[in-house]
């Protein structure tokens, strides 16, 4: 079941759309989106099992395509099955794809920017990266390097482990006692409300052609941050490049 979306304009390799005739990138809640089932993968396992469960992925996605509108792109930490699977999902239809193992990918820089910038090399273009359980703080990079939206499951997760997410940093709240009392659903809710602000951050300062200024100030809010935007201007300049405006 494919959606409409259309690209308006970049900002770097982001990319500023019209999913449906909503703004993009963009929040997706789990009614906006009916995701075809998909056999889960570890992300550091052994590439036969990787292998194994994206055939089964893949046979999950046909058989649910005509009431499924996102599929999800499986296999660990290898970028040649990533690729894989996401073309062979693209041709059984579908054109939104939620990428797995986000959690494991924020916390590896290096596979963060090389799976995430070979699958939007290597997706067609009217296709949609979604990434999964983003720290508000690395939203403004990843939607620089392609992704076209987040799953505000993270606010759930996050306020599972009692961390309160806020622009430029999570806070454990075992640690920074910020609230004297809160509930896991007032911290999802705040949570919540960061992951808005900043998707319509990043949406203004896309329309303003100033999301790499964005970028770069988010980038000293943690290591992991500044590793990723320097593994990205080091390896992908080119691609970084091919897509900037000319002025």
Known sequence: MTNKFEIKSHDGPGRIGKLNGEKTPKLFYKTDLKIAPSEGSAYNIEKEIARFNIEETLKLAEENVEKCDAAVIQGSKYIDLRIKCLKQLEEVGYNIF?????????????????????????????????????????????????????????????????????PTKAYDLNIYKIYDEITQKELEEKNIECLDFVIREIQTHMENHSLRNLIEERSTTSPQNIATLKLLDKKYMDFILEHNQLF
């Open 98 to 166: 939620i990428i797995a193992n986000g959690d494991e990918l924020l916390t590896n820089p290096r596979e963060l920017v090389d799976i995430t910038i070979n699958l939007r090399m290597n997706a067609h273009p009217s296709s949609m990266l979604i990434f999964t359980f983003a720290e508000s703080s690395f939203m403004p990079i990843l939607t620089y390097m392609g992704i076209d939206g987040f799953l505000t499951d993270a606010s759930n997760y996050y306020s599972y482990l009692n961390v309160l997410q806020t």
